[in-house]
């Protein structure tokens, strides 16, 4: 892990500072792994109220859908709380810490308190049906946050943040590096039997889990301050952990009859969580380090889908579970049609409207440079 060099990022628009393209790419594909994750879950037996019966049929040995789940959750959340992390201190860096408060409030506090109140009972009726009550739409959000409980959560840790920043701490002391292995311990005290953290999705967050994730948040804040990233041998980290580390961890974790195997498991999920969130910070600073415009376009639109993403599909997998088709098939056409239904709903009504502001920012529209003929010039 190296400071990176100048020429693998770009300055942002209308400043001087450089842009962290790879990292917002990376950032956005751990939400856009959302979509993926919950659209899994009717394939897996009893991991979601609607099921398809191809599920009840498979072994779980043999069931690819256990394995894509486990593989994405064991990972995607600690690196997009890094993540979170290193853009929180990089604001702070830039704007100073009120206007980080700011903006912060903007992009976590109001989309989760809309979302709330909007998104939420939306997810309740469409799994409850006929047993919805609308007379409880607006306190839904208090039994459960659904996919939202991680905006809840992170808003916990700004503000946290921004408590230990008041009191001096600067997040550039090479203790900090001692956050990986103390990520053990909350992952030993975790009761869910899943591969990977267990989620706290009310609104009184487990402390368990909320350690858990402000130690990755307060690591991205460190590789901010101390100018970490990863630009050589991440397939070194990516290789190992999506090989022998997974599979490991899992055999141990469902698969061993001895009392010690659980926390042998533990140990191989947290090694997994680092050693992916560094892969793929490699791979991505490889593969998106320059300024792509579609790549922009999907990061931007990506908090907008993972909000959204939910209700359609739950409303998607009611439709496809009575169908005959193949059950892969079906799982291809929620991954593919619920981002493409809401990438038009984001250009066409969300992308330069208010709402839009509130995501990402201020965006303008892309017009095209007209060529002129120069005057007095040749057809």
């Given amino acids: 892990m190296t400071p990176p060099p100048d020429a693998n990022v770009s300055p942002a628009v209308g400043g001087s500072s450089p842009r962290f393209h790879d990292l917002d790419a990376l950032r956005a594909t751990a939400m856009l792994l959302g979509v993926v994750l919950h659209a899994t879950l009717f394939l897996i037996p009893g991991a979601w109220p609607i099921q398809d019966a191809w599920a009840g049929s498979v072994h779980p040995r043999e069931n690819p859908y256990g394995y894509l789940l486990s593989a994405i959750h064991g990972f995607r959340m600690p690196v997009f709380f890094?993540?979170?992390?290193?853009?929180?201190?990089?604001?702070?860096?830039?704007?100073?810490?009120?206007?980080?408060?700011?903006?912060?409030?903007?992009?976590?506090?109001?989309?989760?308190?809309?979302?709330?109140?909007?998104?939420?009972?939306?997810?309740?009726?469409?799994?409850?049906?006929?047993?919805?009550?609308?007379?409880?739409?607006?306190?839904?959000?208090?039994?459960?946050?659904?996919?939202?409980?991680?905006?809840?959560?992170?808003?916990?840790?700004?503000?946290?943040?921004?408590?230990?920043?008041?009191?001096?701490?600067?997040?550039?002391?090479?203790?900090?590096?001692?956050?990986?292995?103390?990520?053990?311990?909350?992952?030993?005290?975790?009761?869910?039997?899943?591969?990977?953290?267990?989620?706290?999705?009310?609104?009184?967050?487990?402390?368990?889990?909320?350690?858990?994730?402000?130690?990755?948040?307060?690591?991205?804040?460190?590789?901010?301050?101390?100018?970490?990233?990863?630009?050589?041998?991440?397939?070194?980290?990516?290789?190992p952990a999506l090989t022998v580390i997974f599979l490991s961890g899992l055999v141990f974790l469902y698969e061993s009859p001895a009392p010690w195997a659980a926390y042998l498991s533990a140990v191989f999920q947290a090694t997994y969580a680092w050693l992916m969130c560094f892969g793929l910070m490699g791979l991505f600073r490889w593969v998106a380090a320059r300024e792509r415009f579609w790549v922009r376009y999907v990061s931007d639109a990506s908090y907008w889908i993972y909000l959204w993403h939910l209700p359609l599909i739950i409303a998607g997998q009611s439709l496809l579970v009575g169908l005959p088709l193949n059950p892969h098939l079906k799982f291809a056409l929620l991954c593919l049609a619920v981002p493409a239904i809401l990438l038009v709903v984001y250009q066409i009504g969300v992308r330069y409207t208010p709402v839009g502001t509130f995501l990402n920012g201020r965006r303008n529209r892309r017009t095209p440079a007209i060529a002129r003929r120069p005057v007095g010039g040749n057809a």
């Fill in 82 to 239: 890094l993540l979170s992390g290193f853009f929180t201190a990089l604001l702070w860096q830039r704007r100073g810490l009120k206007e980080m408060g700011v903006q912060r409030l903007k992009r976590i506090a109001l989309p989760l308190a809309i979302g709330s109140l909007t998104i939420v009972p939306i997810n309740v009726w469409l799994l409850a049906g006929a047993d919805f009550d609308p007379a409880w739409w607006p306190v839904y959000w208090l039994d459960s946050l659904h996919h939202l409980w991680f905006l809840w959560i992170l808003l916990l840790l700004v503000a946290a943040f921004a408590v230990a920043v008041c009191l001096g701490l600067q997040f550039a002391h090479r203790l900090w590096w001692l956050a990986i292995p103390a990520t053990l311990l909350p992952q030993l005290l975790m009761l869910e039997p899943i591969f990977g953290p267990d989620t706290s999705d009310g609104p009184v967050p487990n402390p368990v889990v909320l350690a858990y994730y402000a130690l990755f948040f307060a690591f991205g804040a460190f590789c901010y301050r101390r100018d970490i990233v990863v630009s050589r041998r991440w397939a070194i980290a990516l290789i």
